[in-house]
């Protein structure tokens, strides 16, 4: 079966760093372009961040230089690296698979930043 | 940056209705869009892709279809099952994904 599992969220004071993961089974992470994409409490999707199968990334303009997406090819892992967070970064955070726009999204980690 | 206009952001309908769900893109995205349906505390579901292909295992009552740079999500019968919010996704690059804002398919 096809899976990608997120962890790793959590309750974040303001400026603070926190690293997400995704676990995949039944696909490789490496073999595959991979995309973070993140909802707001009550709001609706918004794209972070893509990392191609042949490493390049990609970052949405309201992210960039504060998430780092990565992957860890023998853990068959994708990663997002979370600093310097903002309360606006308060949202569940999915890893999707992009085939067909995506096909396999993961159920979502929460990721909640307040003081 | 792509921008896409999904309209309406609410749509009040019944059983058995047919219901049309409409995404325009601010340019040419070459017929790349997706259809996602969300329920409430779950991951988005891929409906339709590159404009008018159903997903496996989506019913056929979910069509797409496209003119130039619009985009329309068609549900031929709505049944209880398909309340739910659903979004586009334009994917002419995946270095630049964009969705639309969502529409909430309500019980009248």
């Known amino acids: 079966e096809v899976q990608l599992v997120e962890s790793g969220g959590g309750l974040i004071e303001p400026g603070g760093s926190l690293r997400l993961s995704c676990a995949a089974s039944?696909?490789?992470?490496?073999?595959?372009?991979m995309a973070w994409v993140r909802q707001a409490p009550g709001k609706g999707l918004e794209w972070v961040a893509t990392?191609?199968?042949?490493?390049?990334?990609y970052y949405a303009a309201a992210v960039g230089g504060r998430l780092t997406i990565s992957r860890d090819t023998s853990m068959n892992t994708l990663y997002l690296q979370m600093n310097s967070l903002r309360v606006e970064d308060t949202a569940v955070y999915y890893c999707?698979?992009?085939?067909?726009?995506?096909?396999?999204w993961g159920q979502g980690t929460l990721v909640t930043v307040s003081s | 940056d792509i921008r896409m206009t999904q309209s309406p952001s609410t749509l009040s309908a019944s059983v058995g209705d047919r219901v049309t769900i409409t995404c325009r893109a601010s340019?040419?995205?070459?017929?790349?869009l997706a259809w996602f349906q969300q329920k409430p505390g779950k991951a988005p579901k891929l409906l339709i892709y590159?404009?008018?292909s159903l997903e496996s295992g989506v019913p056929s009552r979910f069509s797409g279809s496209a003119s130039g740079t619009d985009f329309t999500l068609t549900i031929s019968s709505l049944q209880p099952d398909d309340f739910a919010t659903y979004y586009c996704?334009?994917?002419?690059?995946?270095?630049?994904?964009?969705f639309g804002g969502g529409t909430k398919v309500e019980i009248k």
């Open positions: 999707v698979r992009l085939i067909r726009g995506g096909d396999v």
């Open positions: 039944g696909l490789t992470v490496s073999g595959n372009y």
């Open positions: 990392l191609y199968s042949g490493g390049p990334t």
């Open positions: 340019q040419s995205i070459s017929g790349w």
């Open positions: 590159q404009a008018s």
């Open positions: 996704q334009q994917y002419n690059s995946y270095s630049e994904l964009t």
